[in-house]
């Protein structure tokens, strides 16, 4: 058995192979796979790492590279995708080859973090931290719109915000998404820098096979946005933005997304015949944020906030010093890149939105 990088020609091969494992709702991860191989502007044959034998694949590993922010400055990081081994063979210790693998060819190509979310066993939060990773815990929201708070303040709505729905092709709209973006995640340690190619790929490179994007304007000038999708078979906001005079925009839209549907642009295959448009938007996951300003506007529209943790997200770190030296953090006798994540990375302080992750 050896583990190499991807041929061209077993491209379709892996995609197979992944097919097995489902994500969401008529989505798999030979499903995002494609999508990695057609859409990401960072994919290359060699970003893939497949465990073979005899010919067979029997696992592999995506390499997605990814600028992190991290207390200001972008860091140069591995995303972990697609760990995947066929499951007559697990329990054998050829994904954590496979991941001990990756992490070796992340440093030697320069990055510094390697970061995975996981989803379901067997790469579970709790596999990736035997295995040298960092568990980020922070807690995520569920929102919730109480209904006669809500008419009360339907009456009295601006008039002046719209919301916009947007679509690929609307390159106005992309583009003051892209400027509330840079400045609502410049100060947010774990999201993610896009150039513009990972930005025309972001429509594509989405964690569910369906989302809703929507844009609001306020006066006619965008202040606020915001992503959806079903992950887990519950409705999710995959990534929020906003101007500093866009809180109460942004609640609108929040109420918004928690309003049924005559034809819920969500519920498409067999999912539909599970749930109904007002029991799937009877309540929204926000993943961890820090925005008191937000906050506030949601309350006052009378939407109700129940944390919950949000565990999905494990880092580790491939280049210690190479790290340290660029946050300009000295490291402490006998730190190892455990103990540094965890010193410099509380969880209140980062964010990860779903919209990012593979």
Known sequence: MEIRTLAAQERLKFADLLDDWRLAEGFSAGDRFRYQVEFDPGWADECVLVAVEGGRLLGGVSLVPRQLR??????????????????????????????????????QRGFELAIAFPTTPPASSEYFEKRGFVGWRGQQSILRTDPEASLRFAANDAAEVTLEPVVSESERALQSIKAIHAVYAASRSGTIVRDDGLWRACFHLTPAPFEEFWLVRRGGLAVAYARAAILDDVLTATEIGRFEEGADGLAKLIAHLLEPRAEDPLLRGAIASRITSRELRSFLVLPT?????????????????????????????????????RLDIDLLAGEDGSGFLRRVLPPDAMVYWPADRF
Request: aromatic share 2%; with cysteine; glycine share 10%.
């Open 70 to 107: 991290v207390l200001g400055h972008s860091v140069p990081t591995g995303g972990i995708s697609n760990l995947y081994t066929t499951p007559a063979l697990r329990g054998r210790g050829l994904a954590t080859d496979l991941l001990e693998r990756a992490a070796e060819t992340l440093r």
């Open 289 to 325: 944020f820090d925005d008191i300003g937000l906050t506030v506007a949601l309350e006052h529209r009378g939407i109700r906030s129940h944390p919950m943790d949000d565990a999905r997200a494990v880092v580790r770190c491939v280049n210690l010093v190479a790290l340290a030296a």
